[in-house]
């Protein structure tokens, strides 16, 4: 009879015990059914659209011909102008990037043509796509490099003093680019930016009646600083 007791007894035991391991088994499976979709909402904040707005410094390479003309030179206007570039992240390290600006470009004679002073002056529109690759190891540092194209349109281009019918050609041309991003949060940012841009257009100009002809070799420089935003 005594063996029969405690037998039930250990029998209630571990169906007490197999109850309690089941409560809890429910608890845990309602709290993990219960939690937030953590990866879901990190991915809908994450917009692949990005804006820049620079203050832009363009520095030219200062040099050029005239066909024909041993010695000849030519030099550029440096200026500093307000610019806009729209990224779109097609992963988290590889991105296209669109800048948008206008500046322009006083161009004078120079080497053994300087006494001929200023030829004229062109307004350029130097759309330029690159693809970069962005380093994403070192938290809110976000370095980049990039490659690609631009297309330099000029246009309202005036011949000065002897100078007349200023023609600079439209140019399909090359760009390297380095930066980097420093984020204050998910949305806003710093950004510091060098662009090379490889753009030695043909030029034309008649100076007292003689047509002149040659290639401006302006291959600027776009060192640029502003804001980023991250959508």
Do not use: C
Not at 135 to 147: L, M, Q, W
């Amino acid at each position: 009879m005594t063996k029969n007791r405690m037998e039930r007894a250990r029998i209630a035991m571990l169906a007490a015990g197999l109850m309690l391991l089941g409560n809890q088994a429910l608890a845990a499976d309602l709290e993990e059914r219960m939690a937030p979709p953590e990866a879901a909402t990190d991915l809908a904040a994450q917009s692949p659209w990005q804006i820049r707005v620079r203050g832009l410094g363009v520095i030219t390479e200062d040099s050029g011909f005239v066909n024909g003309i041993a010695g000849s030179d030519l030099s550029y206007s440096n200026t500093v102008v307000p610019e806009l570039d729209i990224s779109y992240f097609f992963t988290d390290n590889i991105a296209a990037e669109l800048i948008l600006g206008t500046t322009y470009a006083n161009v004078k004679a120079d080497g053994a043509i300087a006494g001929l002073g200023k030829v004229g002056k062109t307004w350029l529109l130097p759309p330029t796509l690159t693809l970069q690759y962005h380093f994403t190891d070192f938290g809110a540092f976000k370095p980049y490099v990039g490659a690609g194209v631009n297309y330099t349109l000029f246009y309202n281009q005036s011949g000065s003093g002897a100078f007349s019918n200023l023609d600079v050609e439209n140019k399909l041309g090359g760009a390297l680019q380095v930066g980097f991003d420093y984020m204050i949060d998910d949305h806003w940012g710093v950004n510091f930016d060098v662009k090379k841009l490889f753009l030695e257009p043909k030029w034309k100009v008649d100076l007292n009646g003689t047509s002149l002809s040659g290639k401006a070799k302006l291959n600027p420089w776009l060192i640029g600083t502003g804001v980023t935003y991250r959508f």
